[in-house]
């Protein structure tokens, strides 16, 4: 089963930065277009921001265009959303997920635990 785990969330002030990690497991994550989604206290699931399978493409929610930027280490297996400017706003729960494409925004599987992000003073 194709599996993928976040990691790297916590508590931070606003202002402050984080990087989150969404790692495969038992298989390689080169072919494999990913998305995160965020999903905060009593608010649907939205996503954040994609990358394709070379890296070469890439798209942000209006929310977070600016401050935060995805990337992509094929070599480690691992894409990465660094979070910069962080807001109260960013709160959420941060899952990554994969995607048939990022123009489509349609996603396949199941989520992940995800890692909780809690931007607070």
């Known amino acids: 089963q194709l599996q993928l785990v976040e990691s790297g969330g916590g508590l931070v002030q606003p202002g402050g930065s984080l990087r989150l990690s969404c790692a495969a497991s038992?298989?390689?994550?080169?072919?494999?277009?990913i998305g995160w989604f965020r999903q905060a206290p009593g608010k649907e699931r939205e996503g954040v921001s994609c990358?394709?399978?070379?890296?070469?493409?890439?798209n942000y929610a209006d929310s977070v265009k600016g401050r935060f930027t995805i990337s992509r280490d094929n070599a480690k297996n691992t894409v990465y959303l660094q979070l910069n400017s962080l807001k109260p706003e960013d709160t959420a729960v941060y899952y990554c997920?994969?995607?048939?494409?990022?123009?489509?925004?349609?996603?396949?599987?199941?989520w992940g635990q995800g890692t909780q992000v809690t931007v607070s003073s």
């Open positions: 990358i394709s399978s070379s890296g070469s493409i890439t």
């Open positions: 997920v994969f995607m048939t494409s990022c123009s489509t925004g349609v996603r396949f599987g199941s």
């Open positions: 038992g298989f390689t994550l080169d072919y494999y277009t």
